[in-house]
């Protein structure tokens, strides 16, 4: 592609958009591989972190390696999560109440089992044709997209799976918690190619809903605080959204909401997919990363709150702290003794007001103390969106991070955060400075294989997919036809 020539010298080497994990990673990798760079981060929110947040807790799984590797570079402990022990205690979830609600969980474990039976066929870099990679060769393009087209949506998937309406609904939310998409707009094979990446849908539902103390767990403030001591040397612009993007021949302009223009040789965008689609491109983005934005986003919120009380209520009303409910999506557990935290998914305007509905819901199981708390902070964000294959190459000198937009391994999770904001550095780096760029540096980021899960043998894959819905339906249809056939033969008299 031919770029237009600039006649500005960069007053940057490297311009790194968005201050999330991501973005804080890379920068910290190329500093410790080239100090003298000049760099640079703007972020459009108030505080650095992004998703992370600044308070409360990540779960983080064993198959999360580069992040482990990355924490205990930067001296950042990983606790090992400690059971209340002595009284009985239980957690409140929308799923354990009910006179249905052993069954349910019975086909919500079986179902979850039986996808990530089958998740070892699926890879996050044939992203999303991956069931039918090995006819594609052999048909045009136009019959590639009739292929996928017959691939069920997630909601019917759920549907033609699970017999119960709070089953149904509570997998249709995990969906939209894992992709960013609604159920209905999301392919089964794309959402498979997700969830084999971050090592099954089993290992998500760990992190984000069952959190069970087998996880390690490490704190915000202090992967935060130490990533920001690393990089007190550089200035990080918060309150600034980028909207513009010139690429020029020999280095890159970005121009901000209010007219500000930072010029750099290369500039890091570590952003989720759905917020590079709101960029504008000068020239246009090449077609092979303008098919990412075919489908529309839809715009799902997620509010993050943190409390502080005197006690921890939850134990005098013989609860572990562990809530959820599925209506709306709402997840809070105990992080630290009286601390409390957690998520709540939303549409714009739904709930009004955020933080009176979460401490009327804490309330109801846990008592009139919890509307009090001595401290509360929330931060509401975008759900990131992952549904494109993760876009690993650069576009020149502007090179893509973002867990849910270029990870391969961990999506979405703060591992895949760390994994594409290492893989970014070493392509800004590749174009600042190549000689510091070593082998190693480029064998770390070759995609890696993906899923290790367990290989099941074609007679429990098979065994798997009985579950309490075709049970039921197998059960009435044959119920009906020895009905049907007892009325249709009866013995003739004599
Ligand atoms: C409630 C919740 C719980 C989670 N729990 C876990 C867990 O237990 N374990 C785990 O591994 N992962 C977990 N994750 C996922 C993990 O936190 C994220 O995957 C990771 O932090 C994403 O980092 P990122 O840098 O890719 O993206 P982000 O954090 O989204 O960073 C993007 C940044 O870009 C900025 N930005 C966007 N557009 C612009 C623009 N136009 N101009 C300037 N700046 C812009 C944003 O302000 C943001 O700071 C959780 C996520 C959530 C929301």
Same mark, same amino acid.
């Given at each position: 592609?031919?770029?237009?020539?600039?006649?500005?010298?960069?007053? #940057?080497?490297?311009?790194?958009?968005?201050?999330?994990?991501?973005?804080?990673?890379?920068?910290?990798?190329?500093?410790?591989?080239?100090?003298?760079?000049?760099?640079?981060?703007?972020?459009?929110?108030?505080?650095?972190?992004?998703?992370?947040?600044?308070?409360? %807790?990540?779960?983080?799984?064993?198959?999360?390696?580069? #992040?482990?590797?990355?924490?205990?570079?930067?001296?950042?402990?990983?606790?090992?999560?400690?059971?209340?022990?002595?009284?009985? &205690?239980?957690?409140?979830?929308? @799923?354990?109440?009910?006179? &249905?609600?052993?069954?349910?969980?019975?086909?919500?474990?079986?179902?979850? !089992?039986?996808?990530?039976?089958?998740?070892?066929?699926?890879?996050?870099?044939?992203?999303?044709?991956?069931?039918?990679?090995?006819?594609?060769?052999?048909?045009?393009?136009?019959?590639?997209?009739? @292929?996928?087209?017959?691939? +069920?949506?997630?909601?019917?998937?759920?549907?033609?799976?699970?017999?119960?309406?709070?089953?149904?609904?509570?997998?249709?939310?995990?969906?939209?918690?894992?992709?960013?998409?609604?159920?209905?707009?999301?392919?089964?094979?794309?959402?498979?190619?997700?969830?084999?990446?971050?090592?099954?849908?089993?290992?998500?539902?760990?992190?984000?809903?069952?959190?069970?103390?087998? &996880?390690?767990?490490?704190?915000?403030?202090?992967?935060?605080?130490?990533?920001?001591?690393?990089?007190?040397?550089?200035?990080?612009?918060?309150?600034?959204?980028?909207?513009?993007?010139?690429?020029?021949?020999?280095? +890159?302009?970005?121009?901000?909401?209010?007219?500000?223009?930072?010029?750099?040789?290369?500039?890091?965008?570590? #952003?989720?997919?759905?917020?590079?689609? =709101?960029?504008?491109?000068?020239?246009?983005?090449?077609?092979?990363?303008?098919?990412?934005?075919?489908?529309?986003?839809?715009? %799902?919120?997620?509010?993050?709150?943190?409390?502080?009380?005197?006690?921890?209520?939850? %134990?005098?009303?013989?609860?572990?702290?562990?809530?959820?409910?599925? =209506?709306?999506?709402?997840?809070?557990?105990?992080?630290?003794?009286?601390?409390?935290?957690?998520?709540?998914?939303?549409?714009?305007?739904?709930?009004?007001?955020?933080?009176?509905?979460?401490?009327?819901?804490?309330? =109801?199981?846990?008592?009139?103390?919890?509307?009090?708390?001595? =401290?509360?902070?929330?931060?509401?964000?975008?759900?990131?969106?992952?549904?494109?294959?993760?876009?690993?190459?650069?576009?020149?000198?502007?090179?893509?991070?973002?867990?849910?937009?270029?990870?391969?391994?961990?999506? !979405?999770?703060?591992?895949?955060?760390?994994?594409?904001?290492?893989?970014?550095?070493?392509?800004?780096?590749?174009? $600042?400075?190549?000689?510091?760029?070593?082998?190693?540096?480029?064998?770390?980021?070759?995609?890696?294989?993906?899923?290790?899960?367990?290989?099941?043998?074609?007679?429990?894959?098979?065994?798997?997919?009985?579950? $309490?819905?075709?049970?039921?339906?197998?059960?009435?249809?044959?119920?009906?036809?020895?009905?049907?056939?007892?009325?249709?033969?009866?013995?003739?008299?004599?």
């Amino acid at each position: 592609m031919d770029l237009p020539f600039g006649n500005e010298s960069p007053d #940057l080497d490297v311009l790194i958009v968005g201050a999330g994990l991501s973005g804080l990673t890379s920068a910290v990798k190329i500093l410790d591989k080239e100090n003298s760079l000049n760099l640079k981060i703007l972020d459009e929110c108030e505080a650095p972190g992004g998703q992370l947040g600044t308070q409360g %807790i990540r779960l983080v799984s064993e198959g999360q390696k580069e #992040l482990i590797s990355f924490l205990n570079q930067l001296n950042v402990p990983l606790r090992q999560r400690t059971e209340s022990e002595g009284i009985y &205690l239980r957690p409140y979830r929308d @799923l354990d109440r009910g006179f &249905l609600a052993a069954p349910m969980k019975f086909e919500l474990r079986r179902y979850v !089992n039986m996808l990530d039976m089958r998740m070892k066929k699926f890879s996050s870099l044939r992203f999303p044709l991956v069931k039918l990679h090995k006819y594609l060769n052999e048909v045009n393009h136009c019959e590639r997209f009739r @292929l996928r087209d017959r691939s +069920v949506t997630m909601e019917r998937h759920i549907c033609s799976h699970l017999l119960f309406q709070q089953s149904r609904q509570f997998m249709s939310k995990v969906v939209q918690l894992c992709s960013g998409w609604p159920a209905k707009k999301i392919k089964y094979d794309e959402f498979m190619c997700l969830c084999s990446c971050c090592g099954g849908l089993g290992v998500i539902l760990d992190l984000y809903y069952d959190m069970p103390k087998s &996880l390690l767990d490490l704190s915000c403030k202090q992967l935060l605080d130490s990533l920001l001591d690393k990089l007190k040397s550089i200035s990080i612009a918060q309150n600034v959204t980028v909207v513009k993007v010139n690429h020029f021949k020999d280095y +890159v302009e970005v121009v901000d909401d209010s007219g500000g223009r930072y010029t750099a040789q290369a500039v890091i965008l570590a #952003l989720p997919w759905d917020r590079v689609s =709101e960029l504008e491109f000068y020239p246009a983005l090449p077609k092979q990363f303008q098919t990412q934005f075919e489908r529309k986003t839809p715009r %799902i919120l997620l509010t993050q709150f943190y409390m502080r009380y005197s006690r921890s209520f939850w %134990i005098y009303h013989g609860y572990t702290g562990d809530f959820s409910t599925i =209506e709306p999506f709402m997840v809070g557990f105990e992080h630290m003794p009286s601390e409390y935290s957690g998520y709540i998914v939303h549409a714009d305007g739904e709930l009004g007001n955020v933080q009176e509905t979460v401490l009327d819901m804490l309330a =109801e199981p846990f008592g009139e103390e919890m509307r009090s708390p001595l =401290e509360y902070n929330h931060q509401t964000m975008r759900l990131n969106t992952s549904l494109s294959k993760p876009q690993t190459k650069p576009w020149l000198r502007v090179i893509w991070a973002g867990s849910s937009s270029v990870a391969t391994k961990n999506r !979405n999770l703060m591992g895949g955060a760390v994994e594409s904001g290492i893989r970014a550095a070493v392509n800004a780096l590749y174009v $600042v400075r190549p000689q510091v760029v070593s082998w190693r540096d480029l064998s770390d980021i070759q995609d890696k294989k993906l899923y290790d899960g367990v290989s099941h043998n074609h007679f429990s894959t098979l065994l798997s997919r009985l579950n $309490v819905y075709n049970f039921t339906f197998y059960s009435v249809f044959i119920i009906g036809i020895i009905v049907l056939l007892n009325f249709g033969y009866r013995p003739s008299a004599g």
